[in-house]
């Protein structure tokens, strides 16, 4: 069964950048492919909210407003990984950020926890002077 572990949070500095990793493991770069995967982060006490997704097979790509041109995702299928590149960071981008899949493999705005599926356990990013 396929099984997502993220990757590279830390504390980083208002205007700064951070690089996530999301990780698939169970299955071959090509089956991930087939899933669109999405980034999300959660805030204390509020909910899971979609960041950024990416259609299966190279589709088309989606990003919530308060995260659009400043995050891309990108995709290794060689390394089974999906990315999150995060620059121009700000406080208000503080939350436990997790990778998921859809298995519809559509990437559709708004990006609802709900449809995805084999969540990872998360990596904290804090934004802070």
């Known amino acids: 069964q396929m099984q997502f572990a993220e990757s590279g949070g830390g504390l980083e500095q208002p205007g700064g950048s951070l690089r996530l990793s999301c990780a698939a493991s169970?299955?071959?770069?090509?089956?991930?492919?087939?899933?669109?995967i999405g980034w999300f982060h959660q805030m204390p006490g509020k909910e899971r909210e979609g960041v950024a997704c990416?259609?299966?097979?190279?589709?088309?790509?989606s990003y919530a407003e308060s995260v659009k041109g400043r995050f891309k995702i990108s995709k290794d299928i060689a390394k089974a990984t999906v990315d999150l590149q995060m620059n121009s960071l700000k406080p208000e981008d503080t939350a436990v950020y997790y990778c998921?899949?859809?298995?519809?493999?559509?990437?559709?705005?708004?990006?609802?926890?709900?449809?995805?599926?084999?969540w990872g356990q998360g990596t904290q990013v804090t934004v802070a002077s």
């Open positions: 998921a899949a859809d298995s519809s493999g559509r990437c559709l705005l708004p990006i609802e926890s709900t449809k995805y599926s084999f």
């Open positions: 990416l259609s299966a097979l190279d589709g088309p790509t």
């Open positions: 169970g299955v071959s770069g090509f089956t991930m492919d087939r899933y669109a």
